[in-house]
């Protein structure tokens, strides 16, 4: 998996949709349902349930989106030493820390929150 997909994996469930999810972040709605159909391969189950209202987290999802939004962060971190940690994010440190992460493309193995 990689980090991209995972920022992929966070604006989907924050924006609801996929082809909202890809104007937000300036892609194609295909480049955005590749790469979360191909983690859901990798990982072995359905992160969304796709309905007509939308897309709902599985219990799976929702767990790996909790771990995405730690990795995200970590990055940040990693990439912005001198910002302190925050205990909660408001919604301009979510889309500073998905810009960060779409910036880096190294891939993740073994990933371990």
Known sequence: MTIQQLTYLLEVHKSGSFSLAAKNLFITQSAISNAIIGLEKEIGTPLFVRSKKGLIPTARGADVI??????CAS??????PKTPQ???ADKDDIKQTLHSCLRCGKRITNAVC
């Open 66 to 71: 909790n771990h995405a939004k730690r990795v």
């Open 75 to 80: 990055i940040e971190q990693i990439s912005n």
């Open 86 to 88: 925050k205990k909660s």
